[in-house]
């Protein structure tokens, strides 16, 4: 008989009780039955213990940090943990499809590469609505770095996406590669651009959506207005990126979050960096001078227009399991 692996899904969470009980019971919810589900409760958190207390499933497991860690070491606490051959993460606010884990573990089988790293699309909740994400798949021949975090178009609106949430890897490769410690943004990015870098290790993606994804905090995030922590974090990752996803982050990520402050000071800097490290395309000046001098509702005019013509937004049921 064929052996059917496990499956850990690892929940890192903080103070978000009612979220995590939709998280938990999708996870447990999924078609595929080889499962544990492991909540890592990232420091002293009395009212989601308690909830968690309640579920009467064997399969769930309950890792309680004695500080908090963040996100990234949450994570690695989970891996470390695991007894599961594969590991499955799922955001605390975000949702899987009953058959999410099924249809990722059935492409084990026909997987070429030694060490895959599994992906999907998912349901994206927005500030503006929910889309389909992401709109294009990665192409055979394309860095995963130019897919990642430049942009064909000429909105920051992402083609190219991985979300931690549809991340399914093995637990060799994440203790391996665990989550770089202390991230407060890129933690997803930061993970698959390390990882792809050993030999051995490729991308590959289910074609459906199966999770949904809030991501209104991450526009939050994204608002914050901590985009040096961004342009630092791009210096230090420069040689896993090549010159064309450098470009792109910088008139994209980067320029987006500077422009929104009006921080004109780094206007030229940016772009010669940009010309300097990496590939500049007409379509990289172009984006990037429209964030600086078009107003703020044209450019929501054109993302509405470009998501209408690239994207088909399916009706889909807020519930993911």
């Not at 690695?76 to 899987?96: K, S, T």
Request: charged residues 20%; contains cysteine; positive net charge.
């Amino acid at each position: 008989m064929k052996c059917i692996p496990l499956v850990s899904a690892v929940i890192p969470t903080r103070n978000r009780p009612r979220q995590i009980m939709s998280a938990v019971r999708s996870a447990l919810s999924q078609t595929y039955h080889n499962l544990e589900v492991i909540v890592v409760i990232d420091g002293p958190d009395t009212e989601t213990a308690r909830a968690l207390g309640r579920v009467g499933d064997a399969r769930l497991r309950i890792v309680q940090l004695d500080a908090n860690v963040g996100g990234s070491d949450a994570r690695n606490a989970g891996v470390q943990a695991a007894c599961g051959e594969w590991i499955a993460f799922l955001d605390d606010d975000d949702e899987w499809y009953s058959f999410k884990l099924e249809r990722q573990v059935g492409l084990l089988s026909s997987l070429k590469c030694a060490d895959p790293i599994i992906s999907s699309r998912f349901i994206a909740l927005t500030m503006s609505g929910e889309y389909v994400r992401p709109s294009r798949l990665l192409e055979p021949s394309e860095a995963i770095s130019e897919y990642l975090l430049a942009r064909r178009g000429f909105t920051a609106s992402g083609d190219g996406f991985i979300m931690t949430t549809t991340i399914v890897a093995s637990k060799s490769l994440l203790c391996r590669v665990p989550f770089q410690s202390g991230l407060k943004k890129h933690q997803d990015w930061d993970w698959v651009l390390r990882a792809t870098s050993l030999p051995g290790v490729d991308v590959c993606f289910c074609s459906e959506a199966l999770a949904y994804c809030d991501m209104r905090s991450n526009a939050s995030i994204s608002r914050s207005g901590d985009w040096e922590f961004s342009l630092d974090w791009i210096h230090r990752n420069r040689d896993l990126v090549t010159a064309r996803a450098y470009s792109g982050f910088l008139t994209t990520h980067i320029a987006w979050q500077a422009s929104v402050q009006r921080r004109w000071g780094v206007f030229g800097p940016l772009l010669w960096d940009a010309y300097r490290h990496g590939r500049l395309s007409i379509t990289d000046v172009v984006r990037y001078l429209g964030f600086w001098f078009v107003p703020s509702q044209g450019l929501h005019a054109v993302r509405l227009l470009m998501r209408s013509i690239l994207t088909t937004p399916d009706k889909v049921t807020r519930k993911a399991y």
